[in-house]
Each structure stands twice: as C-alpha cells, then as structure tokens.
C-alpha cells in the first residue's frame, strides 16, 4: 500500500516498481496560505486497431496469379494462436489452386465473408481521422511518397508508419523497406486508388485499398496482411507472409493519449 503521507517518483526505494506505459504523478497548487498535493497513477493509451488475428489476404473481387515464380506465394510466416486458422478469403474465385500454402484454409465467394468483416468502415474512418490529425493523410501519391519522417507515426518517412492516401492514382512500392516486424504499419489507400508492389522490397504491417492489388510481381513481400476491396493480381515471385507478430503488435502501436488509473487518485498532506 501506498503512504499518502509519502510524495514517490518513479524509481523511488520506497515503493515498487509499475508496469511501462504508467507514472505517477504529483502535484502541489497553493492559495494563499493554503495548499493541496495530489497524486495519480496515469498510463498511456493506444489506438486499439481489432485488426482480425489470421488473415493473411482478402480480396473482394478475384484471386489472379499467373502461375509464375515460386508457388505458394502466400505462406505462414509467424503463427496465429493455435486456436485461430490462417485464411485467405476471396469474394470472387482463386485462379491457382497452388498460391497458398498448405495450412493455409482458402474461403472463396459467401464463405468468405465481405471487406467490411475484415476491414470494418469504423476502422478506415478512425486511422483516417488520426491520420489528418497528425500530419499522415494525403491527397497526392507524391506527398505521401516525399512525406517526412515523423518520431511517433512515420519513423521512416514517406509511405512507413501510418500512411492514409485517398486517390484515384496507384501508389507504388518498388525496391526498400517499409517498418520492421517492431514496429509495423498502415498503408491505406482510399477513394479507389490500387497499390502496385514490386521489385526486391519488404512492407511489414497492414496494406490495404479500395481498389486493387494491381499488380504484385517482382520478389516483393508483404510482412503481415493484405485487404483489397476488389481484385489481387499476384505475379512472378511476389509474396505475401503472414506474421502474426505485426497483426499482434498493431493491436497498441501508437499511444494517443493518457489516463487516470481508477482508484489511484489522493490527496496527499501538503
């Protein structure tokens, strides 16, 4: 128990150690001869995504792939909980039979639910709002592109971090490495636009569009998820692993503000 007669900063013999993401706070405020000094217990809070654990792919519309590179393109880097199956879900039908690995479960048409079930429009509008208010939402694919690093939301720059483009245009990823298995990130794409990813690079976190997947070739990986709303044209060697560590650590990526811990507030003896 905590001596309220006692003032403790984070460190302090006198009391245990608290979890990261909390502090305790204490503060004095004195009018005329009188004075107060509370202390609280606050903890940061986090954008909480409820990206659904196990999809490694959505496509509203079809499933392309020429047959090409090496087969399966779509693998199971980092295992979901066993309880939870890894998916590809496609509105539409899958072309090759041979795209997805083995563990992999493939739901095709009704079974495979809708955009919606695996990319709610509540998400889409809440990382859209907290990308206009931090300086990562762009009406043009070369702002998004020369956009520049941010500490918080784009370590990287450009199109790392969290990343929200509404456009009709194609926003390219080509040779590089966008985030880290640490620390992941969004790429959304809305108002239609298709993402196109290739060459030799690495995307870790969550691609996903309004329009389409178009066209993945090269030897590019995605390191996490890919959503697009209507067709995914995988070509040559393209990759898509799934690595529930990225799904998993998105979950409380960006911290957006901070709380009272309950019961943790008092007033202290001046």
């Known amino acids: 128990p905590i001596d309220p007669a006692v003032t403790w900063d984070k460190g302090s013999p006198e009391y245990p150690d608290v979890p990261d993401n909390r502090v305790w706070l204490v503060a004095q405020a004195n009018v005329g001869s009188k004075s107060a000094r509370i202390q609280t217990l606050v903890e940061r809070t986090y954008l909480d995504t409820g990206v659904p654990r196990g999809v490694a792919l959505f496509a509203g519309g079809n499933l392309l792939s020429n047959g090409g590179g090496n087969n399966p393109k779509i693998v199971i880097e980092v295992p979901p909980p066993s309880d939870i199956q890894t998916t590809v879900r496609v509105g539409g039908y899958i072309d090759d039979a041979t795209v ?21 429009p509540s998400l889409r509008d809440s990382l859209k709002a907290i990308a206009l208010a931090n300086g990562r939402y762009f009406t043009s694919v070369d702002a998004a592109q020369n956009s520049p690093a941010d500490a918080n939301w ?20 080509r040779a590089g490495e966008w985030n880290s298995e640490a620390e992941p990130g969004f790429l959304l794409v809305l108002g239609g636009g298709n993402i196109d990813f290739a060459g030799m690079g690495d995307y870790w976190g969550v691609m996903y569009t309004d329009g389409t997947v178009d066209k993945g070739h090269g030897t590019f990986t995605v390191h996490g998820m890919v959503v697009a709303a209507s067709t995914v044209d995988m070509r040559g060697t393209v990759n898509v692993h799934y690595n529930d560590n990225v799904i998993a650590k998105l979950q409380n990526r960006w911290s957006l503000n901070v709380r009272v811990v309950p019961n943790t507030w008092r007033e202290l003896k001046p």
């Open 100 to 120: 997805s690995a083995s563990n992999i479960v493939d739901l095709e048409g009704a079974a495979a639910g809708s955009v919606d079930d695996v990319f709610p």
């Open 154 to 173: 784009s370590p990287q720059g450009g199109l790392s971090g969290l990343c929200v483009v509404e456009t009709t245009q194609t926003v390219s990823l």
